[in-house]
Structure formats: structure tokens, C-alpha cells
């Protein structure tokens, strides 16, 4: 068993926030020892950092971070036997396959180790989270405990996808578990019973509120799953250059005037001038599908007025607002016969349809996170809290700028 000294970010909650520091790892029988190559921030991260966390601040000090790709370094004597699974994998033996890990290999994770029920991930009380009660991934290395193992946490990735598109594979799966919630109904049965498919409307439209990477995330999925139109909402033309250089002309993109200090008035009348500009884009339809995909109360209020008038149109909230949302008109719901769902975290199975995806060529990822490379030599502060470019910041901890 060998010791390995890892420089991290721990977080010790709000408001002592987090320090770098050099922690001492062993691998124990049942876990494994991993390096971590990068670690993409979630935006529960920055939250977190700048607010504290009812679930999370109880078990500080913790290494935060989910979203990464790293490399096996060290696999403990007894890792082989852990094969009596738990969460996803409750009542399963694990094969003699998935518990063959071998160092190099290179390895994401799902950081929610759930309950199930009916093939269904439960939100609440989950056995662990990693970055919550586990130590996660921005560090330079990360003990994968057996829970983690067990549950069938740990997910190989192929050599032929790279670890930018490899520490998206968790985000990308989270976007794709609120597009598998979206219920499209497709007739109805003797009685009268609404019969749904899910998923992003075949040949419909899809609105993605937001510009970063998540919402380029999106973007293709929806692509992907066969919306015949995607329109991106945007604040800024720096955004909507950004988007069209990575995603070209696969999307079409909607810039929506600033205002500064606005009073609720002015927003809800820069609202009627959106809906009006996006009917003319889609020739007086709107939206089958209208993604929210950030965390701002004004965006989840426009998201319900963007439903098609020609009924069932269906809204997917990802991003918490943590606030109350002013003014929001629940008819939208009543008279377009609409739904407003909502998801949290991703199931194993989302991340492995993904990664898949990836695999087949159906999917890429290349360019979504951000030019910058931060590494330990930044401050915690500025590492957290950045915009970066406007697409998601990466920490790569063993590059250094000194």
C-alpha cells in the first residue's frame, strides 16, 4: 500500500469557505486510488462556495467536485471480492469484470450514490454523495471508497473519448435525465388516458434559455434526439458568437437586450418583445420543448410563456433559482395544456447512454469548457466564483503556471 500527498481544495463551509492544502491518502482493501487528470466546476459548486450547503456544510472539511476524469493508480488487495452491489446495483452480484480494475485505466464517476426504486433514482437520502460526504475531485488525487465501487459508481471511459468531453460526461448525463422526464403525449388509450412518450419532441421545437455549456449541452442532445429546430436565448452577441463557433449553424440564436437595475414592469414588457421576436422565429409556434438551463429567476418566468398555444408543450427547469420567482403566470401551465417538470442529478444509466453516445461518434464534446487552464497556482476564490470565457471552468491539478 502506497501513501500519496495530494494537493486540494478543501472546502471547511460557509463562511470559512476553502484553502489549499496537502492531504495524505492510503488506498485501504476496498478502495481505489485515482489521479485526477481534470475537474470541471458545477454550478451547485460556485452555490456552495458563495452561500453554504445544508447537506454539505455538516461534513465539512470536504474536497468538492464531481464533474472529472482520472486515471487508476493503485487498487486495493480485496477490491475484487466488494461484489455484493448497493444503490443502482441493490440486489446484483458485480461481475468478476467490472471489478477487474487495473491501473491506467482511465475512469468518471456517478457522483449520487442513490436509491432505486422501479429502475427510478430517489431524491432524497442517498447512501453518499462524492464532493459532499466523499471527498471529490479537485485534488490531485481521490480515494474511490467500496459504496462507490459497490454501487457501480465508477465508469470506464474508452481510450477514443478525450477527457474534456470525459468530465462532461456527468453534466451531459443530468441534462439528458430531465429530457428522459419530459412527457410528450402520443395519443390516448380506450378510456381516454393520455399515452406519453419521453424525450425532446421528435420534429418539434426546442428553446434552450441560456449560453454556456450546459445549454450547448443541451443543444445537442436535442439535436441528437431529432428537434427539427433549436433556438438558443442568449444575453450578449459575445455569446451568441461563442455558440455559433463551437455548435456552427446547428442552432439558431436569440440575443435578448440588457437592462440594468430594471424594475419588474420593465422586464415583464422586454418579455412580451422576446415571445413576440421568437413567434416571428418560428412562424407564430413557439416551443414543444423550452429548456431553462441557468439559475435565473427571470429565465424560468419567460420559460412558461414560451409553450406552443397548440397545447402540450413541456418545460424543463435544470438550474435552481434558489430564490422565489416574481410574477410568474402559472396559466401558461392551465390554458396550453402545458407541464413544467423538474430533475435532479443523473442516474447511471443516463451517464452510460452518454458515454456511449460519445463512443459511437453521435455526440462531441470538444470545445465546451473553458480555454483557461486553472490550476492550484489561482486562488480558490477566483476558481470558483469565474465566468471564465462563458463555458465551464476546468481545475487540471497538475499543471502549474510558475
Known amino acids: 500500500m502506497n501513501s500519496y500527498h495530494s494537493k486540494a481544495f478543501v472546502y471547511h463551509g460557509h463562511p470559512e469557505q476553502v484553502t489549499l492544502e496537502t ?10 486510488i485515482v489521479k485526477v487528470l481534470m475537474c470541471a466546476r458545477c454550478g451547485t ?89 466523499i471527498n471529490g475531485g479537485y485534488a490531485q488525487y481521490m480515494r474511490v471508497p467500496e459504496d462507490m465501487i459497490r454501487s457501480e459508481s465508477v465508469i470506464r471511459v474508452p481510450e477514443i473519448v478525450s477527457d474534456e468531453e470525459a468530465c462532461l460526461i456527468e453534466p451531459a448525463a443530468c441534462a439528458l435525465e ?19 412518450k419521453a424525450g425532446i419532441q421528435s420534429g ?69 418583445k422576446i415571445v413576440h421576436d421568437l413567434e416571428e422565429m418560428t412562424r407564430g409556434y413557439l416551443f414543444d420543448d423550452v429548456v431553462c438551463a441557468c439559475s435565473d ?46 430533475t435532479s442529478g443523473c442516474s447511471t444509466d443516463a451517464m452510460k447512454a452518454v458515454l456511449q453516445w460519445l463512443y459511437e461518434g453521435k455526440l462531441s464534446f470538444q470545445g465546451f469548457t473553458s480555454s483557461r487552464k486553472f490550476t492550484f497556482d489561482d486562488s480558490p476564490q477566483e476558481f470558483f466564483t469565474t465566468s471564465a470565457d462563458g463555458l465551464k471552468p476546468v481545475l487540471y491539478p497538475w499543471e502549474s503556471r510558475l
Request: net charge positive.
Open 297 to 342: 429567476p427571470n429565465a424560468q418566468r419567460l420559460m412558461l410563456k414560451l409553450y406552443t398555444r397548440e397545447g402540450y408543450g413541456v418545460g424543463a427547469c435544470f438550474g435552481g433559482t434558489h430564490s422565489l420567482v416574481d410574477q410568474v403566470d402559472i396559466d401558461q401551465n392551465h390554458y396550453r395544456c402545458a407541464k413544467t417538470i423538474g
Open 45 to 133: 459548486d460556485k452555490s456552495i462556495f458563495l452561500h453554504g450547503h445544508k447537506n454539505v456544510d455538516p461534513y465539512a472539511p470536504v474536497v468538492l467536485g464531481h464533474e472529472l476524469i482520472g486515471t487508476i493508480v493503485e487498487v486495493g488487495n480485496n477490491v475484487k471480492n466488494c461484489n455484493e452491489g448497493i444503490g443502482y446495483a441493490q440486489g446484483k452480484k458485480l461481475s468478476p469484470d467490472y471489478l477487474s480494475f487495473s491501473v491506467v485505466e482511465r475512469v468518471t464517476f456517478q457522483s449520487r450514490i442513490a436509491r432505486y426504486k422501479n429502475g427510478l433514482m430517489l431524491i432524497p437520502k442517498p447512501i453518499a454523495n462524492l464532493s459532499f460526504q
Open 23 to 32: 492531504l495524505d491518502l492510503d488506498c485501504g482493501p476496498n478502495d481505489l
Open 178 to 196: 430531465s429530457i428522459y422526464a419530459t412527457p410528450h403525449p402520443v395519443g390516448v388509450d380506450k378510456e381516454g388516458r393520455h399515452i406519453y
Open 204 to 272: 418539434g421545437k426546442t428553446c434552450i434559455i441560456g449560453s454556456g455549456t450546459v445549454s450547448m449541452l443541451y443543444a445537442s442532445l436535442a439535436i441528437l434526439e431529432g428537434a427539427s429546430k433549436v433556438v438558443m436565448v442568449v444575453r450578449s452577441e459575445k455569446k451568441e458568437k461563442l455558440i455559433h463557433q463551437i455548435l456552427k449553424n446547428q442552432v439558431n440564436v436569440y440575443v435578448v437586450p440588457q437592462l440594468i437595475n430594471s424594475t419588474i414592469q420593465e422586464r415583464l414588457l422586454q418579455e412580451e
